[in-house]
């Protein structure tokens, strides 16, 4: 009897491992030009909201990030747009990481995952807002 619960735990131990294994995030390298421009929309949408995040956090405007996040509801809600309107023609990015290299040869990285992340983070200093929308 022991020897067949051990058995089932080892089976069961391994079947989270390889589940929770399965859903961490991949890279995906984007070589089609369609898909770089794409992925460049949804860059160029959250990079002004992130760079204003960044500036509010280093000027301690705000005592976390997402505090200062929630300062810029329209830029939070423009990006989000562009990221599902993104999701929605590319459904296999959700939740991944991508990269690809511009005609320049600088190269650019984006995490889905993080993002999701980010847009269903709750308002800590607009309790009443919600999600960020």
């Not at 619960?5 to 859903?23: D, G, K, M, Q």
């Not at 390298?29 to 898909?35: A, F, I, Q, R, T």
């Not at 005592?63 to 590319?90: N, R």
């Amino acid at each position: 009897m022991k020897i067949i619960s051990l058995f089932l735990l080892v089976i069961i131990t391994t079947a989270i491992s390889f589940n929770s294994y399965a859903e961490k995030p991949i890279n995906i390298e984007l070589k089609s030009p369609s898909d770089v421009q794409d992925a460049m929309k949804m860059q160029k949408a959250y990079e002004p909201l992130f760079n204003k995040v960044a500036e509010c956090f280093d000027k301690k405007l705000a005592q976390s990030s997402i505090e200062c996040y929630c300062l810029y509801p329209t830029e939070a809600s423009q990006a989000k747009t562009v990221y599902e309107s993104t999701l929605s023609q590319h459904p296999n990015w959700r939740d991944q990481g991508i990269y690809w290299f511009s005609d320049e040869k600088k190269s650019y990285q984006l995490s889905f995952y993080g993002l999701r992340h980010r847009f269903e983070q709750k308002c800590p200093t607009h309790p009443s807002s919600g999600t960020l929308r």
